[in-house]
């Protein structure tokens, strides 16, 4: 190889984060190789949000609070399913039933109870969001977290995104490779590197039964989430 050769192959091997090996000699090396890494990402808008709705009271009488946080969810679970959300789509996921207390000279005293309920209701339809979180709080829900924006089926995306990541890997090694004036051989390994392909995105709504009670429905946006995959790979030249 000659000298702008190898300037030129090095430049693009400090482009592409890609690292190679020929012999200049029979032997030196038992199978020349090129490693590179490719990245892939796909955007795609969610198809599902989760709510977290919460009824909650204070009181001294445990049987009449509980009694009160049954009603209230009651009529919460009604407006949400009126709203559009399906019997198996809602789940409770936490009922506590909290002492309190109050502190005078060191010492706890009594104070009542707090009862919570708190249940997650799964959204299909993105256009009812805003619909269903205020239907919620104007039925009686106390608090409301979300929504959260998902996916039913990330594996597809996640598998999509993994795709074009070793697509961009061989895009790469047979630029590469042409430029050292090699003939690209098959993939000898392929790795994924690199955290989570993606998360969740909450969306940072937690809201406390304030002044919506009323009000026009919440205006909700999903917008788009990555999906992004790297992986690095080995590619036998000749």
Not at 59 to 85: E, F, H, N, P, S
Not at 206 to 214: D, I, K, L, N, T
Request: hydrophobic share 40%; with cysteine.
């Amino acid at each position: 190889m000659n000298l702008k050769m190898i300037s030129a192959v090095t430049v693009l091997l400090l482009a592409t984060g890609s690292s190679f090996c020929l012999a200049d000699e029979p032997g030196q090396w038992q199978r020349r190789h090129i490693q590179v890494q490719g990245e892939g990402k796909v955007n795609a808008v969610p198809d599902i949000a989760i709510l977290y709705l919460e009824c909650t009271q204070d009181g001294m009488a445990l049987d009449q609070i509980t009694t009160q946080v049954r009603q209230q969810m009651g009529k919460v679970l009604d407006a949400v399913k009126k709203a559009g959300v399906a019997d198996k789509d809602l789940q409770t996921v936490s009922y506590n039933v909290q002492p309190k207390y109050t502190y005078k000279n060191g010492n706890a005293q009594p104070n009542g109870y707090r009862v919570a309920n708190r249940i997650q209701a799964k959204i299909h339809d993105l256009g009812k969001v805003g619909h269903i979180l205020s239907a919620a709080i104007n039925a009686g829900a106390n608090k409301v977290d979300g929504p959260n924006f998902d996916f039913e089926n990330p594996q597809k995306l996640e598998q999509q995104a993994l795709a074009d990541a070793v697509e961009n890997a061989a895009a790469k090694a047979r630029v590469i490779a042409e430029a050292a004036h090699a003939t690209l051989g098959p993939v000898l390994s392929v790795e994924q590197s690199g955290g989570p392909l993606y998360r969740p995105r909450p969306m940072m709504a937690a809201r406390q039964a304030f002044a919506a009670a009323g009000a026009a429905p919440e205006p909700i946006e999903a917008g788009q989430q990555d999906f992004s995959a790297t992986v690095t790979a080995l590619f036998e030249l000749r």
